[in-house]
T-cell receptor
Framework: KAGVTQTPRYLIKTRGQQVTLSCSPI?????VSWYQQTPGQGLQFLFE???????NKGNFPGRFSGRQFSNSRSEMNVSTLELGDSALYLC?????????????FGPGTRLTVL | KQEVTQIPAALSVPEGENLVLNCSFT??????LQWFRQDPGKGLTSLLL?????REQTSGRLNASLDKSSGRSTLYIAASQPGDSATYLC????????FGQGTELSVKP
């Protein structure tokens, strides 16, 4: 079974631009979560989608948004990029509710904002 | 607010040693606790998941324990190898995963 895939793997953007990251979960998994990892703050939860509905959200500004499609693929969007948005963005998938299942992570998208 | 702390932040050991990584959390209302491994610049690999009703889980040379009442978990690595060098993260699930800052492990040949 193929693992979680994320595209693109690397991105360089400038301040003020917007960016869209994509995540394809493991086949059959319906829950997708997004995380931001930075050296200073560590790994922080962004949001979780299950069956196309956002079920939980972390403490990030409204510039960070996401969505999930009927095939469980998910995208996250960051508008009006700031230097502090430079990070490794990870997504994870689980088969169902996500509360008792193992979370399987993708390789991440490395975003650099100049 | 759930807070997860990992001690030590970094650890260097010679090959063959047994070692223990520590994780503590402030809120015992969790569904489970998960240990991950992260290699530099890479994603996370799940090592062990302990449900809230369980006390420990084992996989090969790894053993993880969970004491919800005291808010602690340990990851025991037996007979460490250079290939075990990585950052180890624990995370508690209470509706969303809350991560510790990780322990950076270096195993010297």
């Amino acid at each position: 079974k193929a693992g979680v895939t994320q595209t693109p793997r690397y991105l360089i953007k400038t301040r003020g631009q917007q960016v869209t990251l994509s995540c394809s979960p493991i086949s059959g998994h319906r829950s997708v979560s997004w995380y931001q990892q930075t050296p200073g703050q560590g790994l922080q939860f962004l949001f979780e989608y299950f069956s196309e509905t956002q079920r939980n959200k972390g403490n990030f500004p409204g510039r960070f948004s996401g969505r999930q499609f009927s095939n469980s693929r998910s995208e996250m969007n960051v508008s009006t990029l700031e230097l502090g948005d430079s990070a490794l963005y990870l997504c994870a998938s689980t088969p169902s509710t996500g509360f008792t299942d193992t979370q399987y992570f993708g390789p991440g998208t490395r975003l650099t904002v100049l | 607010k759930q807070e997860v702390t990992q001690i030590p932040a970094a650890l260097s050991v010679p090959e063959g040693e047994n070692l223990v990584l520590n994780c503590s959390f402030t809120d015992s209302a969790i569904y489970n606790l998960q240990w991950f491994r992260q290699d530099p610049g890479k994603g996370l690999t799940s090592l062990l998941l302990i449900q809230s009703s369980q006390r420990e889980q084992t996989s090969g040379r790894l053993n993880a324990s969970l004491d919800k009442s005291s808010g602690r978990s340990t990851l025991y690595i037996a007979a460490s190898q250079p290939g075990d060098s990585a950052t180890y993260l624990c995370a508690v699930q209470g509706g969303k995963l809350i991560f510790g800052q990780g322990t950076e492990l270096s195993v010297k040949p």
